[in-house]
Structure formats: C-alpha cells, structure tokens
C-alpha cells in the first residue's frame, strides 16, 4: 500500500555530538530557522547566538514551566539571551518535541533538546539520536501550528517570570511548579479546538484521553473544579466576552456554534459536528459551574445561554 509519509524509509541516525556540528553548518548559512525545544541551557545557545543573530528569522518554540528552570534543565539567562538577540521566542507549557528546521526544508528530529547535554557540547552529554528528512507540506503545517499555539514571551513576562521563580525559592510548597500563574501570560486570544474541554459534565462518560486532556486544559482534576478555575480559562473567557458584545447579551445553540467555528484557527477547519459537540460541552459547564452568571435554558426548542450580569 502506497503511502504519502515516504520520507520516514530514507532515515539516517545522528549522534548527538555530531548533530551540533551539523546544526552549525546549517545555522550559519540558514534564512529560516524554527527550533521546537522542551528545554533550553545557556551552553546551546552561546555556542549558535552569532549564525541565530545573523539569520535574523528565528523562532524557537520551549516548554519553560517553572520546574524546568528550578531543575536546571532551562536557565532563564538562555531565554534573555535569545530575546536580546531578536529571536522570536515562544513557551508552550506541554512541549516535549525536540526538531529543527532549516530553510522550511530540512528536518532533523528526535530526542535532542537545545541543552549542552542534549547537544553535547563539552564533550559530554547525554546520549541523544537525531534524524534528517525533508519537511513535506503536512510537516510544515504541523510545525508552524504548534507555534501558533504557543505564547510569545515578551521582556516584561521574563522580568515576572524571574521575579516568581526567587519568590518560589523561598517557600517552594505554596507553588504551582508545572504552571505559571494565569495573569502572567499574556496569551494570545486567538482559538484552538484544544482549548475546549472534550468531556460535558453533564454526561457520564468513561475516557481517559479526554479525561486527561480537560484535567491539563485547567490544571486541575474534575473533583477539584471550581467556578473561578472555570471562568479563568481562555475558552470561558471568550464566552463571556462574545456573550457581552452580543445583541441581547445571550446566543441560541446555532448561533454560538457558528461563532465558535468562525473563531477557531484550527487548520483545516474542524468539522460542523465537531464543532456542535464542543458547543455541547461548553454549555454543560456552564449548567454546573456557572450558575448565576450565565443561564442555559430551551425557550424556543432550541438551547440558549444568556448573560445574567
């Protein structure tokens, strides 16, 4: 049977040390240059600041929750580093790919974060594999989207960033360590079908994928929702805005369904019966969370949510 993935046959593998050799000779003659990261050391990024700096398209996309750079696994001077020398610099908080991509067509893929150890750099080092391919067209959606998603991290998100992790030093218990806090972000409003929740709570479903995509969705498990956590997140907040500027201040079910389809950003576009079910789902939460806020009722034999304040 054919199929249309036919670079996965031509794979050859690369030791870490020699992948950093290669990474240089591909920086240094690089137009464009997108690195997917878990984590990020000062020694990867001082050895390829000046062919970063001089390619002057950079974005690298890194996990950065607080833990990593309590760990050392990311230093937050790498991170200030890459920013002073225009890179554009994102965080996605469940990244754990590492890739480079050179020239939107070279692929190198694998376990190899952009670390002294990931690249091994003083010689020694983890012992990481990486492989070449060339990036088709689906490659370049799916990398390009997964930096769509991510957060651009600005200068005054970094200075909050390190002001948090001195304060987490200190009394380490009180804290959070796998997220930062929610208005230190400044997330795009931008949205992605996985910024809604999979499961209605209204319905008794027995799924673990989806079960464990809603619990990351509010860094929280279903026992310990509330109606803050709920309303905090991105998902809920559009809601509520979209029902403030609406006529009436309230949506019947086509209509909130249509504005949510036309608000996604996911490529390709998701489907109608996909959507619906994500509008489902919305309006279960806000039965059981939002009370007094929003009210959900079928004056018309069609469900409707409206803004109570």
């Given at each position: 049977m054919a199929t249309s993935s036919t670079h996965l046959f031509s794979m050859n593998l690369i030791k870490s040390a020699r992948f950093n050799e290669t990474l240089e000779v591909q920086l240094s003659s690089a137009s464009s240059v997108k690195i997917l990261s878990a984590y990020i050391t000062d020694s990867a990024?001082?050895?390829?600041?000046?062919?970063?700096?001089?390619?002057?398209?950079?974005?690298?996309?890194?996990?950065?929750?607080?833990?990593?750079?309590?760990?050392?696994?990311?230093?937050?001077?790498?991170?200030?580093?890459?920013?002073?020398?225009?890179?554009?610099?994102r965080i996605h908080p469940s990244l754990h790919a590492k890739l480079y991509l050179i020239n939107e067509s070279v692929l190198y893929l694998g376990s190899a974060n952009f670390?002294?150890?990931?690249?091994?750099?003083?010689?020694?080092?983890?012992?990481?594999?990486?492989?070449?391919?060339?990036?088709?067209?689906?490659?370049?959606?799916?990398?390009?989207?997964i930096i769509a998603e991510s957060i651009p991290l600005t200068r005054t998100m970094l200075e909050k960033m390190k002001e948090l992790l001195s304060d987490i030093t200190l009394e380490l218990t009180k804290y959070n360590l796998t997220c930062w806090p929610e208005d230190m972000l400044e997330q795009s409003t931008e949205?992605?079908?996985?910024?809604?929740?999979?499961?209605?709570?209204?319905?008794?479903?027995?799924?673990?994928?989806?079960?464990?995509?809603d619990e990351q969705l509010f860094n929280c498990e279903s026992s310990g929702l509330t109606k803050t956590i709920i309303k905090?997140?991105?998902?809920?907040?559009?809601?509520?805005?979209?029902?403030?500027?609406h006529h009436d201040k309230c949506f019947y079910f086509g209509e909130l369904s249509t504005a949510i389809q036309q608000a996604l950003q996911d490529d390709p576009r998701?489907?109608?019966?996909?959507?619906?079910?994500?509008?489902?789902?919305?309006?279960?939460?806000c039965q059981v969370y939002l009370t007094g806020e929003v009210l959900v009722d079928r004056p018309r034999h069609s469900q409707r949510i409206k803004l109570l304040q």
């Amino acid at each position: 049977m054919a199929t249309s993935s036919t670079h996965l046959f031509s794979m050859n593998l690369i030791k870490s040390a020699r992948f950093n050799e290669t990474l240089e000779v591909q920086l240094s003659s690089a137009s464009s240059v997108k690195i997917l990261s878990a984590y990020i050391t000062d020694s990867a990024v001082n050895t390829h600041k000046e062919s970063l700096r001089s390619n002057g398209n950079t974005t690298i996309v890194a996990r950065a929750i607080p833990q990593d750079f309590l760990a050392g696994s990311s230093t937050i001077s790498a991170f200030e580093s890459l920013l002073n020398i225009g890179v554009d610099l994102r965080i996605h908080p469940s990244l754990h790919a590492k890739l480079y991509l050179i020239n939107e067509s070279v692929l190198y893929l694998g376990s190899a974060n952009f670390t002294n150890n990931g690249l091994s750099i003083s010689g020694d080092g983890n012992l990481e594999l990486m492989t070449k391919v060339t990036a088709d067209e689906e490659d370049l959606l799916m990398v390009n989207s997964i930096i769509a998603e991510s957060i651009p991290l600005t200068r005054t998100m970094l200075e909050k960033m390190k002001e948090l992790l001195s304060d987490i030093t200190l009394e380490l218990t009180k804290y959070n360590l796998t997220c930062w806090p929610e208005d230190m972000l400044e997330q795009s409003t931008e949205l992605w079908m996985k910024d809604f929740p999979l499961l209605n709570p209204l319905e008794d479903i027995d799924d673990d994928f989806k079960t464990t995509h809603d619990e990351q969705l509010f860094n929280c498990e279903s026992s310990g929702l509330t109606k803050t956590i709920i309303k905090n997140s991105k998902v809920f907040q559009w809601l509520m805005t979209s029902l403030e500027e609406h006529h009436d201040k309230c949506f019947y079910f086509g209509e909130l369904s249509t504005a949510i389809q036309q608000a996604l950003q996911d490529d390709p576009r998701p489907y109608r019966t996909d959507v619906k079910a994500l509008t489902q789902n919305l309006l279960g939460y806000c039965q059981v969370y939002l009370t007094g806020e929003v009210l959900v009722d079928r004056p018309r034999h069609s469900q409707r949510i409206k803004l109570l304040q």
